[in-house]
C-alpha cells in the first residue's frame, strides 16, 4: 500500500539563548505548516535554544526553561506532527512544568509532538567532539533508536552526526525498527563545498538503508558559524526529491510518497543491538496523527546548487549580517585603506546591512599615497555609503614625541609602525563608541596566520569578517563581487596594485612575505593538512621560505588569541576550530623527517 | 613478608612541545633517581610533551617525535625503572623508530620502561571532557588495567582522572590485579583548595581499596593554568607518608614498606570486568628489575600545607614567571595607575622575574591626581623597579583635535575615557615593542566579569595576571604581599583609597558598580555556582543590583573573548574554563523562578 506524507521542513534562522524569540518563530512556522495541510513539521537540532548554546547549557534554570517553551509548544501543535531540537535533562516531564534534577544527564534531543503532547524524545546517539564540536563536553549520548507509526508509515528520527555513521541510528530504525522514513533534524555548519559533501552522505545513507531521509538544516550565522540550511528530502535510490535555498530562511514542503512495510503494530521488533560500539535499544512508539489522504501533491521544487565563490560570499553576507544585528547593532563602521580587504569587507557590509548603514573612513598617515585615498573614495561612492577622511599625522606626532626620550638610542623599527595602526584603532573604536557602530576588522587569514598584523591596531574591531579567508581568495571574491554586480563595485586599481601596509616608505606586503599564491598553499597545508615542514618542502617549496613560514604562524598564536570572531568558511578555522597553546616550543625533530 | 620499594617521583616542570627539552630533563631526573639507588622513578602525565598539548595533538609528526623521544629517553633507563607519561598512537611501536598509522586511535598513556626498554604501555581509562579539559577531542579511552610485578610487589598505574572514580582502574587494579601499590602520575592543575581536596580523594582511594598510592604531579605554568606539583605518597590506611612541595621542581624520593600480596607470576588472574561503564581488561606484566634491599632508609619528608593567600599568590608568582619566560621573554613592563591592581601586578612580577626586569610606566591625564603618580612612584621604590612618568595630555589633546569635526553634536561620554586608556596602550606597547619587554596588564576578574575596563585599552598586553582574582582578593593579597615582607612593598595609600579609573573629573569605581563585597558576591554565585537571577536575590540581594550585575556579565562577553590569557585560580576562570556564546539573548523566563 502506498501512502503520501506531506513533509514541512522548517529551515529557520534561530538566535542562541532567545528562547521566547525562537518559540515564536516555531509557532509561525507550525501555523504555516498547518496551512499548507502538512503532516509533520520538521525543525532543526536545538531549535529552542539555537545552537551551539555552549556553556549557557551549564545553567539549570536554562535548560528548565527550554522545557517550559518546549511544552508551551507543544500545547500548539493540535492537528499536527512536529519534531523540534531540544535540550532534554533525564527525568524532566516535558508534558508538565516540572522542577528537574539539575545533576542528572543531558541530552541533545528531539522532541515527538503529536496531539498537542510531547510523545517521544529521541536522543541524539554520536556527539560530535572534534572542530569547533564540543558535545561531549555537555551531553550524555542517547542509547535509544525507537521508531515511531504514523498510520501505516514508520519513521526514525536522526540529530545531525547520528546520519554521518553508517552504523549509527539510520541502520537500527532502519532494519529492526523497519522505518521507511527517516527525519534528520540539523545544526551544521558551513565551509566550503559543505553542502556538496553532505549531499552525498544523505545519499549513501538512504540507498544503504531503504530509506528515505527528509533532512532540516538550520540557517543562519552564530558567532564565527554560519549554518547555510540547503534542507532536503532524498529518496531511497539517492534521488533529490526536493531542495530548499541554501543561506535562507525557508519552509520546504514536499509530498513524499511512502511505500509503507508491514508492521506489527505496538509490539516491540527488538531488544538491545549495537550502534558502532554502543549498546543501543529501539521500541515502536505510535502516534495519534491520522493520515490525510492529499488530493494535489505540491510541486517538487529544488533549489539549484550555488558556485563555490557565490556560497562563501553568502555565507560572508549572511555572517555578517547576523553576528552584527543579533548583537544589537544595525550600523557598522571600517577603516578603508584603498586596499583590496578592507573593500571586499565594505562590499560584505553593504550587501549585509545596506548602504545606508556602512560607513567608511580613511585613516592616511604620511606613508599614505594618494591614490589609497582616491581609492577609498571610489569604493565608497561605488557602493553609496559614507566616507570621511581623517588624517592621522598630528596624532603621530604627539606619540613621537612623547616617546622621544625613550626611543634614544633605538633605531626605527616595526614599533613605530605599530604605532599608527594603533592610531587608526583608536579612533576608529571613538566613532564606533560614540556612533554605536560596530567596527569591521579587515585583516585576512594569511596576515593572521603569519601575524602581519597589529594586535590592538588593524586587528581591533568587533567582527573580522575575512578572519577564515586566504588573501589569494580575496582577490577571487573582489573579482567575483564585480562580475556579479555587472560593474567595478570595488574600484580596479584596488585588485590590481600591489598590496601594501603602507607603514613605512615604499613598503609593499612582499617585503616581508613570499608571494600570496605561494603563501596561501603552505598555510593550507601547514595549517588546513597538519603536514610537517619537510612534507611541504617535498611538495615543491623552498626549504627557506616554509621554515620562516612554519615559524610565523607558530609564533604568532598570541596575536590570533585576542583576534576578533569571524566567519569559518574553510575545513579549519582559527578559533575554536584549531586550539593551539600560546606557550609551544615544538618545531618538529630534525632528524626524524 | 615485606618488601621496601624505593621511590623517587619527579615533580618536574615540563614545556609544552619542547620534546628535546623535556627529555634532558626527564634524562636529568632518572640519573638523578639512580644516584638516589631508586628502584622506580616516576615523570608526570604527558611529560615528554607537556600538558596540556591541545591540537599540537593533531599533528602527526608531533606523535611520531613524541614516540622517538620516548625511546631515546628509554636507552638510558638501565638499571631503574621509569613511569613516563607521553602519546601513544595505537600499533607505533615504542621501542624503535616505526612509522605510525595517523589515523590510529590515540591515547594519553604512561610507559612502564624497565631494563632499557618500553616494556608495557598504560593507556588512561577516564578522559576528563569538562572545565578546561578536552581530552575527548583528542584521546580514545584506555580499556586495559594491566598490573605489573617488580620482583614480589605488584603495582598499577593510574593517570590522573583516573584515580577521582571509585570504580575507576584503582579498584580493578587493586582487586582482580591484587596490586598493593598504584603509581599516578598527573598534570593536575590548580586551583585554590585544589590540592587539599586531592589529599582527600587520594586518601580515600588509597583506603577503600587497601593501597598505598604514589601521587606524582606536574608543576609550573602553562598558559592559564599552573600545575602546583604536591606530589605525595599516601599509605593504605590514608596516612601522609611523604608530600613535595608545592610549587617547586623537585623530586620526591622515598622509601615505601610494602606488604608484598602472593602473587601467582606470569599468569592472568582475570579476564574481562567493568570500570564504570566499560569493558577493561586486565593483564599481569613481569619487569625484569631486581629488588635491592635497603640498608638506611630515606627519611620522611611531608613539606607543609599551604594557606590559601599564600598558595594563590605563589600560583600567581609561578604562572605569570613560566608564561613570559616559556614565551621568550625575561623583561616586562607594567601601567602603573597608583592604584592596587597594577600594584599587585608589579609586586608578583617582581618576585616572578627580579626586581631587574620590571618597568613600571606611571602615564597620567588630566584626570590623573597628584596622589596617583605619588603612590605610582613610591611603589616602584619600594619593589626598586624602574619607573617612568609619561604625560598622555598632548596626544589625548591632538586625538580631540582630530575627533572634533566628527563629535560635534554628542555629548562626552564614555569614548573620550576609552580614548585615554587606547593612548596609554599604544604607548606601553610602542615600549613593549621597542624594548622586547612583555606588557602585564592589570585588570581583575570582578572588572573583565562586567566589562569596566577598556577593550584595547587598559585590557591591551601579552598576559593578564589578575584575569582570575576578584577584587575583594586582590585587597587581601596586597595584604597579604605586605605582611610577608614585614615591611609595605605597596604603599598603604593605595590600598586604602577608594578605587578610581581617573578618566573623568570626580568619578570612582562605585559611581559605575555596585561595592566590590557585594559585587564579588554575586559574581561567585552567578559564574561560579551558575545560579539564576532568582537564586541570587533570593539569598538576599537587592533584585536592581542583580539584574544590573548579570546584564553586564553577560554584554560583555565580547571584550572577554579578545582578553590577553592568565591564571586560573578559581575552579571556574574565564577562558577555556567557561564558553560562553558571544550572541547570546538569554536573559531567564520571568515565570519560572
Known amino acids: 500500500m502506498k501512502k503520501i506524507v506531506r513533509l514541512a521542513l522548517a529551515q529557520i534562522n534561530c538566535i542562541v539563548g532567545d528562547l521566547e524569540g525562537n518559540e515564536v518563530k516555531i509557532l509561525n512556522y507550525i501555523n504555516e505548516g498547518k496551512k499548507n495541510d502538512a503532516d509533520i513539521v520538521v525543525f532543526p537540532e536545538m531549535a529552542v535554544t539555537g545552537y551551539p548554546p555552549e556553556d549557557l547549557l551549564h545553567k539549570p534554570k536554562f535548560i528548565k526553561d527550554n522545557t517550559v517553551i518546549l511544552n508551551r509548544i507543544a500545547d500548539s501543535c493540535a492537528g499536527i506532527i512536529a519534531i523540534i531540537g531540544f535540550a532534554y535533562r533525564e527525568g524532566a516531564a516535558v508534558s508538565e512544568n516540572s522542577i528537574d534534577d539539575k545533576n542528572a544527564a543531558l541530552y541533545n534531543s528531539a522532541a515527538i509532538i503529536s496531539g498537542g503532547k510531547v510523545m517521544k524524545v529521541y536522543s541524539k546517539v554520536i556527539l560530535p567532539n572534534y572542530g569547533v564540536f564540543d558535545e561531549k563536553r555537555y551531553f550524555t549520548e542517547g542509547n535509544c533508536c525507537d521508531v515511531f507509526s504514523f498510520d501505516d508509515v ?44 553532505r549531499e552525498k552522505i544523505v545519499a549513501k545513507r538512504a540507498v544503504e538503508n531503504g530509506v528515505t531521509i527528509a533532512y532540516a538544516n538550520m540557517v543562519g550565522g552564530q558567532d564565527e558559524l554560519v549554518f547555510d540550511g540547503g534542507s532536503m528530502i532524498m529518496g531511497s535510490r539517492g534521488e533529490m526529491f526536493a531542495r530548499a535555498d541554501c543561506f535562507k530562511e525557508t519552509m520546504l514542503v514536499a509530498d513524499v510518497e511512502m511505500n509503507s512495510k508491514a508492521v506489527q503494530k505496538s509490539v516491540s521488533v527488538g531488544n538491545a543491538f549495537y550502534v558502532g560500539t554502543k549498546e543501543v535499544s529501539h521500541e515502536l512508539c505510535l502516534l495519534d496523527g491520522k493520515l490525510k489522504y492529499k488530493k494535489n501533491s505540491v510541486a517538487r521544487f529544488i533549489a539549484p546548487c550555488l558556485e563555490p565563490l557565490e556560497e562563501i560570499y553568502k555565507a560572508l553576507v549572511s555572517g555578517t549580517c547576523d553576528y552584527v544585528k543579533k548583537s544589537g547593532f544595525n550600523k557598522v563602521i571600517i577603516g578603508l585603506s584603498g586596499g583590496i580587504d578592507s573593500a571586499l569587507v565594505a562590499a560584505v557590509a553593504t550587501d549585509a546591512l545596506g548602504s545606508e548603514n556602512v560607513m567608511g573612513v580613511a585613516l592616511p598617515s604620511r606613508y599614505s599615497s594618494k591614490g589609497s585615498v582616491d581609492d577609498a573614495r571610489a569604493l565608497a561612492e561605488n557602493l553609496n555609503i559614507h566616507f570621511d577622511v581623517i588624517f592621522i599625522e598630528e596624532a603621530f606626532k604627539s606619540f613621537l614625541d612623547l616617546l622621544d626620550p625613550l626611543f634614544e638610542g633605538y633605531e626605527p623599527d616595526v614599533t613605530e609602525e605599530n604605532l599608527q595602526a594603533r592610531i587608526r584603532c583608536n579612533i576608529l573604536m571613538a566613532l564606533s563608541n560614540k556612533y554605536g557602530r560596530m567596527l569591521l576588522t579587515t585583516g585576512n587569514k594569511s596576515e593572521l596566520s603569519v601575524g602581519y598584523t597589529t594586535l590592538y591596531g588593524d ?38 596594485k600591489p598590496p601594501s601596509a603602507e607603514l613605512r616608505p615604499y613598503q609593499t606586503d612582499q617585503d616581508s612575505l613570499p608571494p600570496y599564491d605561494i603563501l596561501d598553499n603552505i598555510l593550507q597545508m601547514y595549517i588546513e593538512e597538519e603536514l610537517s615542514f619537510s612534507e611541504i618542502v617535498s611538495s615543491g617549496f623552498d626549504e627557506a621560505v616554509v621554515g620562516k613560514v612554519i615559524r610565523m604562524v607558530d609564533c604568532n598564536e598570541y596575536k590570533r588569541r585576542q583576534a576578533a570572531p569571524g566567519i569559518k568558511i574553510t575545513p579549519k578555522a582559527f578559533g575554536r576550530d584549531r586550539r593551539m597553546p600560546l606557550v609551544n616550543l615544538y618545531r618538529g625533530l630534525r632528524h626524524n623527517g
Open 459 to 496: 586587528m581591533a574591531g568587533g567582527f573580522c569578517v575575512l578572519k577564515d579567508v586566504p588573501k589569494t581568495l580575496v582577490y577571487k571574491l573582489s573579482n567575483y563581487v564585480n562580475d556579479a554586480a555587472g560593474s567595478k563595485r570595488i574600484p580596479l586599481n584596488t585588485i590590481t
Open 154 to 197: 514508520v519513521f526514525g528520527v536522526n540529530i545531525c552526526e547520528d546520519i554521518w555513521h553508517p552504523d549509527g541510528p539510520t541502520k537500527v530504525q532502519a532494519s529492526l525498527g523497519r522505518a521507511g522514513l527517516i527525519i534528520s533534524i540539523n545544526a551544521s555548519p558551513f565551509h566550503v563545498g559543505k553542502h556538496l559533501l
